[in-house]
């Protein structure tokens, strides 16, 4: 789902917004609010929503990205259980947490590439693999990294499962970034004050990006597209 397709700005982000803003207005009632605080309910919301985004790009990725959400995840528990009981099998554990997601990386984006080099240096025929990407492989990955890095490091406390998800899978970032690193995204997830200045500035923020992609972005690209295609001639 592009975000400057009708489907997003009509459909998806209002239904994104009112979901959030009615979860909010129910917490504020007294036994269902502490109930829906306690479940992480307004958390799970976006979770779901973020995986209906990415699902809409692609139906099969979005399996492969919630296994891939648990995996790291169970990496990050076990580098913080290894440094608690040994430092150096922290260490270790971190090593090999790091080596896991950067594989994932490699063989889905690069497997194809280095077999082409292994055959143009060695004279062999190995058959290319038909494998595709995740969508967004590379900022998951980078997004998975910076989890570990800033757990490993101590810089930020490692996060449940329903915070390790909402972190990767957050649909704002998940397919083209930014890459935010973990310590830098767990504070908004424990705090988070809703301003109507806040949600008025943020509005004319996303607007002004709109107008940049659709007014500047769009039509540079189709001229070096028109370039290219001459030069190409």
């Not at 990294?145 to 899978?169: H, M, Q, V």
């Amino acid at each position: 789902m592009n975000f400057a397709t009708p489907v997003f700005l009509f459909v998806f982000f209002p239904i994104t917004v009112l979901f959030y803003f009615i979860e909010v207005f129910l917490e504020r009632r007294k036994i269902l609010g502490v109930f829906l605080v306690k479940l992480r309910i307004k958390d799970i919301i976006i979770v779901c929503l973020s995986l209906g985004f990415y699902m809409w790009a692609c139906f099969d990725d979005v399996f492969k990205l919630c296994i891939y959400i648990f995996m790291v995840w169970m990496l990050g528990y076990g580098i913080t259980l290894g440094q608690r009981y040994k430092r150096t099998l922290g260490h270790v554990l971190f090593i090999m947490a790091c080596l896991v997601v950067v594989y994932e990386l490699v063989y889905f984006k690069y497997t194809n590439f280095f077999v082409d080099i292994w055959n143009s240096l060695f004279q062999k025929s190995i058959a290319r693999r038909g494998i595709l990407a995740p969508l967004g492989i590379s900022f998951i990955t980078f997004s998975s990294l910076s989890y570990l890095i800033d757990i490993y490091r101590k810089d930020a406390e490692r996060g449940s499962l329903i915070d390790c998800a909402l972190y990767l899978s957050f649909f704002p970032k998940v397919i083209s970034g930014p890459i935010v690193l973990w310590k830098d995204f767990q504070p908004l997830i424990k705090e988070r004050v809703i301003k109507i200045d806040c949600f008025v500035r943020g509005l004319n923020g996303i607007m002004i990006g709109f107008a940049k992609k659709l007014i500047l972005a769009d039509q540079f690209g189709a001229c070096i597209s028109q370039i290219s295609s001459s030069l190409g001639k």
